[in-house]
């Protein structure tokens, strides 16, 4: 005996149902409801459940949320009512596209791939807007996520005016730049040569910042940095440290521009009598920090020298830089600078790759400290300088509370960890937790995308990248079977 499919609504803004085992109704896929009185509803399954295992006559069992009122086709005005008995089948796949676009209005839409569980090949669009608000990406390591964030770069490249500054420690983007042909989008020719034309276009004022042949520099001078990041350079602290960090005050202060190096403040110290400065002159020795590939020369160029006032994106390649130490206060630095100048108020996306490492909860060097106030402060109120992160970790426990918390969006790659899937689920309590649930069960390249850059939860497979991957995994040759 199969169950009828049949649904009601208490509130006309969620609805139950039971269907046949069969119907194919699963978590995250929309329906067709259709009421007694005649009214046509779009629904999306939130949840569904077997029910009467070994009982012989399974069904499945359910709730999901109304989404429009419809007549078969468009979507029309007005709020569903509740009703007592409904109709349930499976939905054209126009329809949600249509209430998709509707929601989005005007705003652009990124296509990043595929829908799952809506039709068999449909689009999958996020709203270009929702970056407007933080993100999270998260999932396990090898789960897609560097690519899904390239997808989503190069869209918003393409599609949006949006400025985008990548913190980049595995050398992932490096190549945003750069056309890789999308081969296996299918596109004749003529096609591909359009679309190569449109991401020059849109990546032409996108620079990569690095130590690495063709790179641009990725290079400060001490003298730019503010007195707390000079301080934190040398790991000096005010009232530890009151002597020398009072001469090294003095030092700035008596400088006749910033354009000066840390080996001139080393020399400045030596050259002074006090204890103090000759402490100084003796931490710069020790701590080995005169020699980082972070400083400029004196006579040439710093970073922000050579990025024009229109830049459109900014890599900057921290896998490049040689050591730890390097890459941490160079993020840091990046994190301050953007943090310092949102007054300027222009739209940017600050990209931060495993951040974990940079604003974890319990710092484990002094960079990541000063890192975490700034990015605290962004997470709370940069959205009103139009400062917006979008944060990537496989260990979002490890992600600092005050970050994390912020971020109303996620775009959810596979999951396996139970404690990671339930923290997850905590947080972004606005998301139905069935939904994020279903990330144990992603394949390669899979996700969930929610919050503002979804008008509903979103399971998707990602498309093609534009641009040429980074560093990509290492092949598992080493694994092929030996010939006998
Ligand atoms: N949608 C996709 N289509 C084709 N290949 C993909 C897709 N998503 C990921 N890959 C490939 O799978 C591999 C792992 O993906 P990726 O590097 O994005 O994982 P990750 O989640 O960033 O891992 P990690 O946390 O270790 O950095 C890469 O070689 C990538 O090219
Ligand atoms: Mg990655």
Redesign the pocket.
């Known amino acids: 005996m199969t169950s009828a499919p049949i649904a009601y609504s208490t509130d006309g803004r969620t609805f139950h149902f039971s269907t046949d085992i069969k119907s194919g109704h699963e978590i995250g896929s929309y329906v067709r409801l259709e009421t007694e009185a005649g009214s046509t509803f779009l629904g999306q399954v939130l949840d569904a459940e077997i029910k009467g295992i070994g009982t012989g006559s399974m069904s499945v069992s359910g709730i999901g949320e109304i989404r429009a009122i419809t007549d078969g086709e468009a979507i029309l005005d007005g709020k569903p009512t509740p009703f007592g008995s409904a109709t349930l089948s499976d939905v054209d796949p126009k329809v949600v596209h249509a209430y998709f676009a509707r929601l989005r209005g005007s705003k652009a839409g990124l296509d990043i ?1 595929r829908m799952k569980r809506v039709g068999d090949n449909e689009t999958a669009t996020l709203q270009a807007a929702g970056f407007g608000r933080h993100t999270l990406v998260c ?10 964030l390239g997808v989503v770069l190069e869209r918003l490249l393409m599609e949006t005016d949006l400025r985008i500054a990548v913190l980049d420690p ?1 050398s ?1 983007y490096v190549n945003l730049n750069e056309f890789g042909g999308a081969d296996q989008m299918g596109l004749d020719a003529a096609e591909q040569e359009k679309l190569s034309e449109r991401y020059a276009e849109a990546s032409r004022r996108v620079s990569i910042h690095g130590t690495r042949e063709n790179q641009q520099p990725l290079q400060t001078r001490f003298g730019r940095l503010p007195i707390e990041q000079k301080a934190l350079v040398l790991d000096l602290d005010p009232l530890r440290d009151a002597r020398e960090y009072n001469v090294l005050g003095r030092i700035v202060r008596e400088m006749p521009n910033t354009e000066y190096s840390l080996s001139d403040v080393r020399q400045k110290a030596a050259s002074m009598f006090d204890d103090g400065a000759q402490n100084l002159a003796i931490r710069i020795d020790n701590l080995n920090v005169e020699d980082m590939s972070i400083w400029a020369p004196n006579d040439a160029p710093a970073m922000l020298d050579l990025i024009p006032e229109d830049w459109r994106g900014i890599v900057l390649d921290l896998g490049s830089l040689p050591s730890a130490n390097e890459r941490s206060l160079m993020a840091a630095s990046a994190v301050h600078f953007f943090w310092q100048t949102r007054h300027r108020r222009r739209p940017t996306l600050l990209v931060i790759d495993e951040a974990h490492n940079v604003c974890p909860q319990t710092p484990t060097d002094r960079f990541q400290a000063m890192a975490i106030e700034d990015l605290a402060a962004i997470a709370g109120e940069g959205r009103k300088f139009g400062l917006y992160l979008l944060l990537v970790t ?1 260990r979002p426990q490890k992600l600092h509370v005050n970050v994390l918390s912020q971020c109303e969006n996620i775009l959810l ?1 596979r999951m396996n960890s139970k404690a990671d899937i339930d923290h997850l689920a905590s947080v972004f309590s606005h998301v139905p937790e069935p939904m994020i649930r279903q990330a144990s069960s992603f394949g ?2 899979e996700g969930l995308a929610a919050g503002r850059i979804s008008a509903d939860p979103m399971l998707f ?4 990248r534009f641009s040429v ?1 980074g560093g ?2 290492i092949p598992a040759a080493w694994a092929e079977q030996r010939k006998k």
Do not use: A, I, R
């Open positions: 791939g999932g396990q390591s090898g789960s897609g996520k560097t690519y899904s595995n992932d496989q790659m390669l390249g497979k990602t498309g093609t991957e990509s995994d």
